[in-house]
C-alpha cells in the first residue's frame, strides 16, 4: 500500500508538526533526516534563494560556486553580461564540473573525460570529436548543464528550480515595498566589500532560519549586552533596549518578516530636537541610511515614493529576513563620540545535513559610499556580525544547542512556541502595505514563517 505524500516512516502526518490550535511546533523538526530529505525537495528546489551579489562576479566569464538547498550550482556572468545559475554535475556521469570556489574562465571543462560547457551552461563539446564521444542519441542542445531560473534584485542574484513558479516580486509580495528600502534607493546600487566569510554552524538551519524572521525577544535576553556595553550602553536606560527597539514589524504569507525601528531616540540624542521638529529632508541628512552620507540622500527622491522616505526617516526596516533562509542587518552602530556608522550584513544559512549548517556573510557598502566610510563600515559590520562577530557569537551558541535538544527521545517531542501574538495592527499614519504590528517585536513574524514552511511541506505539487 503506498504511502501519503506527507506521511512520514513512523506513520506521523506532516501537517501536525504545526500545531495551528496552540501554534506549536514540533522539536522534531529540527533533528529528522527524512523531513530535512523532504525539504530539499519542496522548499529548496521550490523557492527562490539568493546566492550572491552581481558584484562577486563583476567581468565576462567570472563565476563563483555556491549552493541551492545540498546542490553544488556555478553562478556566472557570460559576455553579454547576463548573470546565470547552473547545475555543478556533469551530464556525461555526475562528476563535479567546477572544483574551485571562484574564478575566471570562459569554458568549464569536466576533469573526467573532458566534456566543456560554455558560462551560460550550454554543451560546446567533448574531447575527441571524430569518436562523437557524447554519442548520437541526444542533440548537443539537450546536453548542457541543468539551469536553474534567476532574477537579480537590487544586484542580488536569486535563483529558482521553479521554473513556471510565481516571479520573484509575487514571492516577495507586500514586503518588497519594505525590501526596497533598503536595496534599491540609491543611483549607483549597492556593491559587496569582499567575498562572503563561511563557517561551520553544528545546527538544523532552521534554528538560524525561524531567529532571521524577527525574533526580536532573544534581543533583550541572549544579546542584552547590546544595551550595556561601551558604546551600546543606553544612557538612563538600564539595560531595557524596549525604546530602542520599537517600531513596527512586517509579516508576510511567505515567510519574510521586517523589523521596522524607530529612529526617534538617535535622533534627540543627534540633535537635541523632537522628529516633529525636522522636515524629512532634515532627518535624513542627520541620521542618512547606512552607507549613505548627508551628501547622497538626495538620491533617494530618485528612487522611491514620498511614502517610501516617510518610513525611511522614521522607522526603517533595520533586521528581518527573507524566506527561507536569508537575515538581513541594516543598522546604526554607535560610535564613542555619540554619532553612529551604518552597517550592511546579509547572511544565508545554507543547509549541509539535519544538524550543520554554513553560515555565510556578505557585507555590503553602497558603490558611491566614499571610501574611508566604507573601510570603517566593513571594520564594525564584521565586529559585530561577521563570523567571529560578538552578536554571532551569542546566535552560534544557542542554534547548536536547540538542534541538540530534538536529538534527545524525550526532547523530539518537546514543541516550540509561538504564543506572544498580538495584532495590535499599523502604527497611526503608517503609509506601507502589508500585514503590519506597532510596537515591540512579537511572535507574528516567526509564526508566519513556520505556516509558510507547513505550506510548502505540503503542498499539492
Ligand atoms: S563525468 Fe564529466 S566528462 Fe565524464
Ligand atoms: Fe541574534
Redesign the pocket.
Known sequence: MSRNKNELADGTNIADLVRIDTREVQMRTLEDREIYELEQERLFGKTWLMLGHESEIPNSNDFVLRYMGDDSVIVTRTKDGEVHVSLNV??????K?CTTEAGNSPVHT??????AFRSNGDFLG?PIEKECMHGKIMEKEELGLRKARVTLYGGLIFATWNLEGESFDEFLGDAKWYYDLMFCRSDAGMEVAGPPQRFIVRANWKTAGEQSAADGFHTLMLHRWLGEVGNYKKEGAGSDLAEEMYGAEVSSPHGHALRCIDLARKIRRLTGKEPSELSLEEKLRILPPPGMTAETVDQLKNNLTDDQMEVLAWMPPQVGGMFPNIVFAFIYIPQPDGTVIGSMALHTYVPKGPDKLEFMNWVLVEKDTPPELKEQMVKQTLNLLGTSGMVEQDDSDTWPQMTISAKGPQGSKSTMKYQAIYETSKPKGWPGPGIVNEGFTKDDTQWHWWLYWLELMTAEK
Open positions: 556533469c551530464p556525461h556521469r555526475g562528476m564540473i569536466c576533469i573526467y573525460h573532458g566534456w567533448s
